[in-house]
């Protein structure tokens, strides 16, 4: 099964920072990479798919890039709602993994 | 708008059974490959199992195989897990996912989800 490692495990940023997450394959995937966010006791939500799609209705604050095995999830300028745990995925082959999440917190 | 409305969680000691349920509408149930997912207390997210349109293209985790088994009723749209052999680790909320409008292998629509505790 193809591991993803996302980094920082968690972080605290304040209103207004940049913040990117970043998420390595164990092996490549190329652009089979989506990005959930995930509110205390909600569904998760997707943001970004194909690894740098912007889903839509998702605030332009948040891109994502990469291909291959190193991706990356930046929110240019963090607003109160975006505090919430973000987790990505691939969907290269079965089975499905997901990273093991990113806490963002308030600073 | 698509609702997904899982049931059939509760508490069950280990080495017993569970039948999990989930209720679709809103969208054309018979066109999309279904999924669950579920989240430890917690915990990240870990998906458990897939079925195809046609029913008979499945997968499952590795942690689930030979144990779980998926299966959907396109009359009644609904999806179903039946779980047996529980354990401990299997404690979780599950969710029930649709697969996105494109037809690969990621989720843009998930339920509400239902607690399976698996503790004596």
């Known amino acids: 099964a193809i591991q993803l490692t996302q980094s920082p495990s968690s972080l605290s940023a304040s209103v207004g920072d940049r913040v990117t997450i970043t998420c390595r394959a164990s092996?490549?995937?190329?652009?089979?990479l989506v990005w959930y966010q995930q509110k205390r006791g909600k569904t998760p939500n997707l943001l970004i798919s194909?690894?740098?799609n912007l889903e839509s209705g998702v605030p332009s604050r948040f891109s994502g890039s990469g291909s291959g095995t190193v991706f990356t999830l930046t929110i240019s300028s963090l607003q109160p709602e975006d505090f919430a745990t973000y987790y990505c995925q691939q969907f290269t082959n079965f089975p499905l993994t997901f990273g093991g999440g990113t806490k963002v917190e308030i600073k | 708008e698509v609702q997904l409305l899982e049931s059939g969680g509760g508490l069950v000691q280990p080495g017993g059974s569970l039948r999990l349920s989930c209720a679709a509408s809103?969208?054309?149930?018979?066109?999309?490959?279904m999924n669950w997912v579920r989240q430890a207390p917690g915990k990240g997210l870990e998906w458990v199992s897939v079925?195809?349109?046609?029913?008979?293209?499945?997968f499952y985790a590795d942690s689930v195989k030979g144990r779980f088994t998926i299966s959907r009723d396109t009359s009644k749209n609904t999806l179903y897990m039946q779980m047996n052999g529980l354990r401990a680790e299997d404690t979780a909320v599950y969710y029930c996912a649709k697969h996105n409008r494109h037809g690969r292998d990621y989720f843009d629509a998930w339920g509400q989800g239902t607690l399976v505790t698996v503790s004596s």
């Open positions: 194909d690894a740098s």
């Open positions: 079925v195809g349109t046609d029913g008979r293209t499945i």
């Open positions: 092996q490549g995937i190329g652009s089979a």
């Open positions: 809103g969208f054309t149930f018979s066109s999309y490959s």
